[in-house]
């Protein structure tokens, strides 16, 4: 599939790149508005938000481009074709093919940046929206996002993964006596068979990337599109591959609670990008 270009934030005047945040939009939405909507949150500090916290970032946001979407009969902005919001594994094979375009594009993506921050993917962000949380954390799992490396961190906002039911039962429901390397192996591989490509890493470095890549979770409790058990299952999928996990739960966020909360979860997240290390192996600060 052609994506139109991605919506893009350069680091504000006078401060050098230092950092990339890849943030995919949800469904319905497009990466304009989601940038636009997103950065105008504040902190809990009214004169801040996300660019005046982070400077040196370059924000990108990719743009999934319009797509048929079954369930409304019609084209809809979308990175997949989700049947159902009330039953998320309905349907599924409608969003293998959304999926595996999408990982690709955001392989490219990270590399593309990787490429211009010197090669260093740890100075790489990745996450999404909902929809978009969905398909930025399939590229985490199939290895497609790491394909170059460790990323420095990944942010899921309200997020849902396809295929959940299958992941919890290679990662999870298999046993306790399976080690975390062997559980992200079988992940990626049932992944990976799921939309018919080969592996994007190897198989010692799989374990390495998931664990070395810093994790947020945030939804609302009270979220009435994407249920907050979305939430538990991955927290449960993480832990069980012994990712470093930070999960938040909120209540009383805009749009039926399926929003960033404002301005509790805007500080979370600030939180935790403030937590990246000051200084990775290149030298730059992520200030």
């Not at 048929?68 to 159902?84: G, I, L, P, V």
């Not at 979770?217 to 058990?229: E, F, N, P, R, Y």
Request: charge should be negative.
């Amino acid at each position: 599939m052609s994506y139109p270009p991605p919506y893009v934030v350069e680091p504000q005047p006078g401060h050098a790149h230092s950092h990339t945040i890849i943030l995919l939009h949800g469904r319905s939405s497009t990466a304009k508005e989601f940038a636009s909507d997103l950065l105008s949150l504040k902190t809990s500090s009214p004169t801040q938000n996300l660019l005046s916290s982070f400077p040196r970032f370059r924000w990108v946001f990719p743009n999934a481009g319009d797509r048929w979407c079954t369930a409304f009969k019609e084209k809809r902005f979308a990175w997949c074709d989700t049947f159902s919001l009330d039953n998320l594994s309905e349907r599924q094979d409608l969003q293998v093919a959304g999926l595996r375009d999408g990982i690709q594009l955001i392989k490219r993506t990270v590399e593309d940046e990787a490429e211009r921050l010197g090669g260093s993917s740890r100075r790489i962000i990745l996450g999404g929206f909902s929809q978009g949380g969905a398909t930025a954390l399939w590229s985490l799992f199939s290895g497609a996002a790491t394909a170059k490396g460790k990323l420095g961190a990944f942010v899921g906002l309200s997020a849902w993964m396809p295929f959940t039911k299958e992941a919890i039962e290679v990662v999870i429901a298999n046993g306790s006596d399976i080690s975390p390397d062997l559980r992200v192996k079988n992940l990626a591989t049932t992944f990976l068979d799921i939309i018919g490509l080969e592996a994007f890493t190897s198989e010692g470095m799989a374990l390495e990337h998931i664990q070395g890549t810093r994790i947020f979770l945030g939804h609302g409790t009270d979220d009435a599109l994407i249920s907050v058990k979305n939430c538990h299952d991955l927290s449960a999928i993480l832990r069980s591959l012994e990712a470093v996990l930070e999960v938040h739960e909120y209540v009383g966020a805009d749009r039926e609670g399926h929003w960033v909360k404002e301005p509790e979860q805007v500080d979370d997240i600030v939180g935790f990008l403030n937590m990246q290390p000051e200084k990775d192996e290149s030298g730059a600060s992520n200030r």
